[in-house]
């Protein structure tokens, strides 16, 4: 990951890249521009030879770190957080948003940008026992912040998967930035931390053991899956359905080669025996089974209401090397494997001995 550019006063609010995570240090193909699009000063760089910042352009909002499908972008910020009435209640305020907000205010709260909440964000805000998010912005659309894809689309999603899997969704109350500093502060007064009677420190543990799993599955040692995709993180439910992503092979297309279950980060795709395996929630939308897939058998759909669970396999036997292969398509280029199928299987080898 090469950052470019000289120093800048910003250096401080500068994303912290987690270079091992970004699907480009995975895969040179990779097709993944969700930091570029979302940057709303063009600092991020990408070209055939690098990825990095220009610090000189780069103004810290951190919008890039919720388009990221890999975490690769840590954010920044993080909403002020309060318990009233035991009901979780977080607020989050754009800078820009207007007179009024730094009024006796310690500054809690206060990001950026309130687009910068994705759904990474927001699930675990609702893990949290967050389920109502208090916001003040100033006008969108005429902020070069508010061309990027807005908090509100990731809010849809995230409560379409909580409705689901049976959760309860979170509710976004938009208000002035008088009123917000008014409603932070009174959250603040009556803030009162959760009960520790019996039930609710079990319920605490079983909370604690959960997200301290999840944070020792993304320190894992290089080459095994060190981020939790969003979808693990709430669980499912009998008769849930929806996948925030959801991997899927056309088998009419596909030619068996198992290049998108190899390099699947967290196996989504997996191969057995006899068929792919698709795991939904382990998908994070990265688009690597897409780019590596020559065939365009791969694809990545979001909230599909139908996932593939799995393709069969049939056993076959190449019939130009002998090799055995298996393939989801009855009929597949005449019988050929994979690497038959694309070359001059006709070709013979010989070798000259001295």
Do not use: K
């Given at each position: 990951?090469?950052?470019?550019g000289?120093?800048?006063?910003?250096d401080?609010?500068l994303?912290?890249?987690?270079?091992?995570?970004c699907v480009?240090?995975r895969m040179?193909?990779?097709?993944?521009?969700?930091?570029?699009?979302?940057?709303p000063?063009?600092a991020?760089?990408i070209?055939?030879?690098?990825l990095g910042i220009?610090?000189?352009r780069?103004d810290?909002?951190?919008?890039?770190?919720?388009?990221c499908?890999?975490?690769?972008?840590a954010?920044?910020?993080?909403?002020?957080?309060?318990?009233?009435?035991?009901?979780?209640?977080?607020f989050?305020?754009?800078?820009r948003a207007?007179?009024?907000?730094?009024d006796?205010?310690s500054?809690?709260?206060l990001?950026?940008?309130?687009?910068l909440f994705?759904?990474?964000?927001?699930?675990?805000l609702?893990?949290?026992?967050?389920?109502?998010l208090?916001?003040s912005?100033?006008?969108c659309?005429?902020c070069?912040?508010?061309t990027?894809?807005r908090?509100?689309?990731?809010?849809?999603q995230?409560?379409?998967?909580l409705?689901?899997?049976?959760?309860?969704p979170?509710e976004?109350h938009?208000?002035?930035?008088?009123?917000?500093?008014r409603?932070?502060?009174?959250?603040?007064?009556?803030?009162?931390?959760?009960?520790?009677?019996?039930?609710?420190?079990?319920?605490g543990?079983?909370t604690?053991?959960?997200?301290?799993?999840?944070e020792?599955a993304?320190?894992?040692?290089?080459?095994v899956?060190d981020?939790?995709?969003?979808?693990?993180?709430i669980?499912?439910?009998?008769?849930?359905?929806?996948s925030?992503n959801?991997?899927?092979?056309?088998?009419e297309?596909?030619s068996?080669?198992?290049a998108?279950?190899r390099?699947c980060?967290?196996?989504?795709i997996?191969?057995?025996?006899?068929?792919y395996?698709f795991?939904?929630d382990g998908c994070?939308?990265?688009?690597i089974?897409?780019?590596?897939?020559e065939t365009?058998?791969?694809?990545?759909?979001?909230?599909?209401?139908?996932?593939q669970?799995?393709?069969?396999?049939l056993?076959?036997?190449?019939a130009?090397?002998?090799?055995?292969f298996?393939?989801?398509?009855p009929?597949?280029a005449r019988?050929?494997?994979?690497?038959?199928?694309t070359?001059n299987?006709?070709?013979?080898?010989f070798?000259?001995?001295?």
């Amino acid at each position: 990951m090469l950052v470019v550019g000289r120093s800048a006063p910003t250096d401080q609010l500068l994303p912290e890249v987690i270079e091992a995570r970004c699907v480009h240090s995975r895969m040179e193909q990779a097709s993944c521009r969700a930091c570029v699009d979302a940057c709303p000063t063009g600092a991020w760089v990408i070209d055939d030879e690098r990825l990095g910042i220009d610090t000189e352009r780069c103004d810290g909002c951190g919008l890039c770190a919720p388009v990221c499908p890999e975490g690769a972008i840590a954010a920044r910020c993080a909403p002020a957080e309060y318990r009233v009435d035991g009901v979780g209640i977080a607020f989050a305020a754009c800078g820009r948003a207007g007179p009024g907000l730094g009024d006796r205010d310690s500054g809690a709260g206060l990001v950026p940008c309130v687009h910068l909440f994705g759904v990474r964000a927001l699930l675990d805000l609702q893990r949290r026992g967050v389920r109502r998010l208090t916001l003040s912005a100033g006008d969108c659309d005429t902020c070069p912040r508010g061309t990027i894809t807005r908090f509100e689309r990731h809010l849809d999603q995230v409560n379409a998967l909580l409705l689901d899997r049976g959760q309860e969704p979170i509710e976004a109350h938009p208000v002035s930035p008088q009123g917000w500093a008014r409603s932070r502060h009174a959250a603040e007064a009556r803030h009162r931390p959760p009960s520790m009677n019996r039930r609710a420190f079990f319920r605490g543990m079983m909370t604690a053991a959960t997200e301290t799993a999840v944070e020792l599955a993304e320190r894992a040692d290089p080459g095994v899956p060190d981020f939790t995709p969003p979808g693990r993180l709430i669980p499912r439910t009998e008769g849930s359905q929806l996948s925030l992503n959801a991997p899927r092979i056309d088998g009419e297309r596909c030619s068996g080669c198992d290049a998108c279950a190899r390099l699947c980060p967290h196996a989504a795709i997996r191969v057995e025996p006899s068929a792919y395996r698709f795991d939904p929630d382990g998908c994070t939308g990265c688009g690597i089974c897409v780019d590596v897939c020559e065939t365009g058998a791969a694809s990545v759909r979001s909230l599909d209401p139908s996932p593939q669970d799995l393709l069969p396999l049939l056993q076959r036997r190449c019939a130009a090397c002998g090799a055995p292969f298996h393939t989801p398509a009855p009929e597949t280029a005449r019988g050929l494997c994979p690497i038959c199928g694309t070359s001059n299987h006709r070709t013979r080898l010989f070798q000259v001995l001295g």
